[in-house]
């Protein structure tokens, strides 16, 4: 027999050094931690936006788009950010795949349009990268990874009292093409991300993150640029560097600084190409959170400077527009014009103040201000929030939320066709005699634990909107302002239960409703009804099985119901049952439509398979992952095209068949 004898050892205090969580959080509002995701299935790979694509409240449009429609906001108004630096354009591939390599996320923080005062600006949710810094690289430090579609390399570490982190991932998209086509390759991406963290003391750290993506066309040259040097093909992409510094102040109060530069751009230089855009936001940010008696009281203010610029020209783009489906101009925005340049800067200053207050073990209210002044136009804004929290029972929350926002930037890009090739967007500011987008936001919900069942969290939405710039429907393609209404009701079910078993349920309820003047109509990325089921089983012997179900209503569509020919002719008014892309008849003729999104396609539904493998080693692990989407090939109609004859022959455009893939990580 062995006897061990109790003795108490002494360590030296340790201080926390995160900054404070949430004040005003949303029954919905979750944080993701991305190692716990792996056995979701995706397409070829962890894909973030996809994972969150799976959360109550978020619309899924098509297997092509990862883009944030969260509840009834079009996807310029939900903010995505990378370590709390706004992104713009964070999307590979037109919003096929995510910006950023998940190989590089520690976590995602979620908030479907409830957060803090010191976060704003923008209408719809809130989506933040967490990015890696080292301190995860405790067991493993490198990671290979090879997948159909992408490979990815990653590397972190601990030295003394810094660590490092480095991620990077290339697609090969061209070499694919190359190889069975044996033409040229016409496109890829990649993307990097690196960050650093150092300990000064206990109670000081700083922390530097950085993020590039590029996504490049290779093979759109026109026969007379072939051998013309200098050229530069069309490509965009983004650039963040993220420097906080913390500081535990003691007595309850910690200060955050935040400096943080984020732009992104488009650029081509050709005889037909020529594009020059560029977004780009740099900003100081001062947060002091103070702790007192039954108080959580947040102030700080944040100083941006803000660059729009939009300038190009395509002139007979024949290879572009062989890129893109319809007039290759309306990747910029809906009824670009071949030419066109706009250039303009402005100061935005905010200020916040917020306070958190427990006014009895119960009850707590959370009361916030964002104010400021927007040069552009000189607007000065007041934004109030205010959150009533109620403990109903030991385990469950009632949560009260009246919030709103403004927005001073924005896109004229909605979902024209669900397919269309969107690789980037151009941004506009609100200049002056202009008023910003608006929101009016109403919340209740529950948040708590069903004993020996499940978390349960529910929530119910009212949203108003107004001053949404867009281009008018009815009106020939003026830009107006439109009134926006959405409603709706979430419900998340999770539990990670025994013997290695966990599931999650979603039903989400949403109506998104869109008004221009008298006219109204259904938003084209509403869908009345989403089920989205996901379960996982973790085997002794290292085995991981996952399944991931859909059943989603219908996507709105516009029908299309003839063609006229001949204006100005004696054939007007004569119609042809034949139907296409409008950019195909200009002058003299049409297209027939019936009333805006007054169709919808049939239900979505879909079940996806994963099942990975890991084995270990003396100093490494090797982890193979085989995923097979869409397992019972199920036609999902994403468009319907119509033949040019007399007789109307329509084709079925459909989302992804069942596609298999497979992933080899060796990690050491």
Known sequence: YVYLQKKPYQYEPVTVLEFRKE??????????????????????????????????????????????YIRGSNFDQTQIAFDDAPILNPYHLGGTYSGFNAEGVRSVQFSPGIYNAENGGYL????????????????????????????KISYGNSIGRSSFFFTARRSYFDLVETLFSGEIGSYYFY???????????????ISLHCFYSRDLFTDILEHDEIGVKGLTQPSWGNRV???????????????????????????????????DNRLENISWRESLNRKTGKHDISAGFEISRLTFQGDWRLQDAVELANNTTGPPEYIFFDYAPEKYSYCDSTWQMVFYLQDAYEINP?????????????????????????????????????????????????????VRDSDYFAPFSAYFPINAGEKPLRSNYLSAGLKGLVPGLFNLRLEGYLKQMENIPAISKYRSHEKIRQKQFASGLDIYVERQMQKGISYSAVYSLGFARIREGKNSYTASFERLHHIKLECSYLSKTGWQVGLRGFYLSGLPYTPLIGKFIGAGTDDDEE?????????????GFGLLRGEENSMRFPPYHRLDLNV????????????LKLQVLNVYNKKNPVEYRWELYQKPIRDDVNNLPTVPSIEITYEF
Do not use: C
């Open 575 to 587: 119609i042809i049952w034949a139907i296409d892309y409008s950019h195909e008849y200009r002058g």
């Open 612 to 623: 990975s493998k890991v084995w270990y080693f003396e100093h490494s692990r090797l982890w």
């Open 241 to 275: 560097v993220s420097l906080k510094w913390q500081s535990n102040l003691g007595a309850g109060s910690k200060l955050l600084s935040h400096f943080y530069i984020s732009s992104g751009d488009a650029y081509s230089n050709t005889l037909h190409i020529d594009i």
């Open 191 to 205: 993307d990097m991300q690196g960050g650093y963290k150092l300990l000064l003391n206990k109670d000081n750290y």
């Open 23 to 68: 004040s005003a959080v949303s029954p919905m509002g979750l944080n993701l931690d991305i190692s716990t995701l792996s056995s979701r299935p995706v397409l070829g790979e962890v894909d973030v936006f996809r994972l969150v694509q799976n959360l109550p409240g978020v619309a899924y449009t098509s297997d092509y788009s990862g883009l944030m």
């Open 124 to 151: 719809g949710g809130r989506i933040n990268i967490v990015p890696k810094d080292g301190t995860e690289s405790q067991r493993y430090h490198a990671k290979l990874s090879f997948g159909l579609l992408t490979s």
């Open 362 to 414: 119960l009850t707590r209210i959370y009361a916030g201000i964002r104010t400021g002044w927007y040069g552009l136009g000189k607007h000065y804004f007041f934004v109030p929030r205010f959150q009533l929290t109620q403990n109903i029972s030991p385990n469950t929350e009632l949560i009260v939320t009246l919030a709103r926002h403004e927005q001073y930037f924005y896109t004229l890009k909605t």
